[in-house]
T-cell receptor
């Protein structure tokens, strides 16, 4: 079955530590995205990548970093510079600019 | 910057009845896409319906339909014959392709409407 996987489902880290969230897709999609969701809020775009080895900042990129070395993978690193990292993180992919985005199941990050 | 507004934080409807969720958006673009996504308690985002701005005909998917008013920048979702499984958060989203207008390529979401289905 084609789809998007995110791991782990729940992640706990101590304040000041960097943490990397995994996102893998086997849909052969060129574009991939990272969103953050806070309680009572819609999703907000962190980073996106339209092609391998290229990525762009979204609306709330500060304190985050990404890489896109393979078409299937788009990991997100939450750095110690992110002031409020506790949130639900969703990864998505899309086959093109006129296509809908498909979402992974998400990772709940809690920083203690 | 584009904005999406969902003015109803919560809606409640009796099972088998019809409910309409409201969404308005602000943009200076003429070509764009609009979506409704459903997020059940599992938190998986599921596409419900999509609408291309250049199409005048309102999109329909089984019990789900939209009322797209481009001039008014309104995009409401109607759910007919509501079922218990429709209970979820519903998000309206907007997209321009490839960062048209200088913006980022990605979806802009409203804050969501929590839909409750009364048995």
């Amino acid at each position: 079955d084609g789809g998007i996987t995110q791991s782990p489902k729940y992640l706990f880290r101590k304040e000041g530590q960097n943490v990397t969230l995994s996102c893998e897709q086997n849909l052969n999609h060129d574009a991939m995205y990272w969103y953050r969701q806070d309680p009572g809020q819609g999703l907000r775009l962190i980073y996106y990548s339209q092609i391998v080895n290229d990525f762009q900042k979204g609306d709330i990129a500060e304190g985050y970093s990404v890489s896109r070395e393979k078409k299937e993978s788009f990991p997100l690193t939450v750095t110690s510079a992110q002031k409020n990292p506790t949130a639900f993180y969703l990864c998505a992919s899309s086959s093109g600019p006129w296509s809908e985005q498909f979402f992974g199941p998400g990772t709940r990050l809690t920083v203690l | 910057a584009q904005t999406v507004t969902q003015s109803q934080p919560e809606m409640s409807v009796q099972e088998a009845e019809t409910v309409t969720l409201s969404c308005t958006y602000d943009t200076s673009e003429s070509d764009y896409y609009l979506f409704w996504y459903k997020q059940p308690p599992s938190r998986q985002m599921i596409l419900v319906i999509r609408q291309e701005a250049y199409k005048q005909q309102n999109a329909t998917e089984n019990r789900f339909s939209v009322n797209f008013q481009k001039a008014a920048k309104s995009f409401s979702l109607k759910i007919s014959d509501s079922q218990l499984g429709d209970a979820a958060m519903y998000f309206c989203a907007y997209r321009t392709p490839l960062g048209a207008g200088g913006g980022a390529d990605g979806l802009t979401f409203g804050k969501g409407t929590h839909l409750i289905i009364q048995p």
